[in-house]
Antibody, heavy 122, light 107 residues
Framework: EVQLVESGGGLVKPGGSLRLSCAAS????????MNWVRQAPGKGLEWVSA????????YISDSLKGRFTISRDNAKNSLYLQMDRLRADDTAVYYC???????????????WGQGTLVTVSS | DIQMTQSPSSLSASVGDRVTITCQAS??????LNWYQQKPGKAPNLLIH???NLETGVPSRFSGSGSGTGFTFTISSLQPEDIATYYC?????????FGQGTKLEIK
């Protein structure tokens, strides 16, 4: 059974940093591209970042460039999102999501974690 | 960025009704369009990929159609468990973008 479990969320002050993790199991993690998608409270979905299976290709939303960094460790079956200089409008549930097609960064998310809440507030 | 506009934003229907949601892209996205269902407090769930392909395990009452800039999502006979918010999403080009969502309620 495919499982994605996020962790690392919490309350952080504006300007602070946080590192989210996503532990994957039930599939060959090293062959799939992965993504982060966020959802502000009561709002819609926003794609944040994608990373190819071997980290060859990394994409990030223009509005987050310079503050957010995606990475992965295939040996640990884990995905990460380093978030720096956090702002109040970064408050959201952050989901990790698997790209549906093996070996491709295609933008179709077939499995999602349960999400981890990040709250940026003083 | 490609803007995705869903209509309506909310919808109330009765069990057994046929329900249709539309999604318009701000530019041609061919068939690079997905539909997701999100129930309250839960992660989204992929229902339809590539505009019209039913994801494995998804009931056949769900369907999608369209190409280019106009897309339609249909529930042929609404069931109580279909109460959720539905999102379209384009993957023609980065950044991937979602529609604003359609909240479906039971009348």
């Amino acid at each position: 059974e495919v499982q994605l479990v996020e962790s690392g969320g919490g309350l952080v002050k504006p300007g602070g940093s946080l590192r989210l993790s996503c532990a994957a199991s039930g599939f060959t993690f090293s062959t799939y591209s992965m993504n982060w998608v966020r959802q502000a409270p009561g709002k819609g979905l926003e794609w944040v970042s994608a990373i190819s299976s071997r980290s060859d290709y990394i994409y990030i939303s223009d509005s987050l460039k310079g503050r957010f960094t995606i990475s992965r460790d295939n040996a640990k079956n884990s995905l990460y999102l380093q978030m720096d200089r956090l702002r109040a409008d970064d408050t959201a549930v952050y989901y990790c999501a698997r790209d549906r097609v093996v070996g491709a960064t295609r933008g179709t998310f077939d499995y999602w974690g349960q999400g981890t809440l990040v709250t940026v507030s003083s | 960025d490609i803007q995705m506009t869903q209509s309506p934003s909310s919808l109330s229907a009765s069990v057994g009704d046929r329900v249709t949601i539309t999604c318009q892209a701000s530019q041609d996205i061919s068939k690079y369009l997905n539909w997701y269902q999100q129930k309250p407090g839960k992660a989204p769930n992929l229902l339809i990929h590539d505009a019209s392909n039913l994801e494995t395990g998804v009931p056949s009452r769900f369907s999608g159609s369209g190409s280019g800039t106009g897309f339609t999502f249909t529930i042929s006979s609404l069931q109580p468990e279909d109460i959720a918010t539905y999102y379209c999403q384009q993957f023609n080009s980065l950044p991937y973008t979602f529609g604003q969502g359609t909240k479906l309620e039971i009348k």
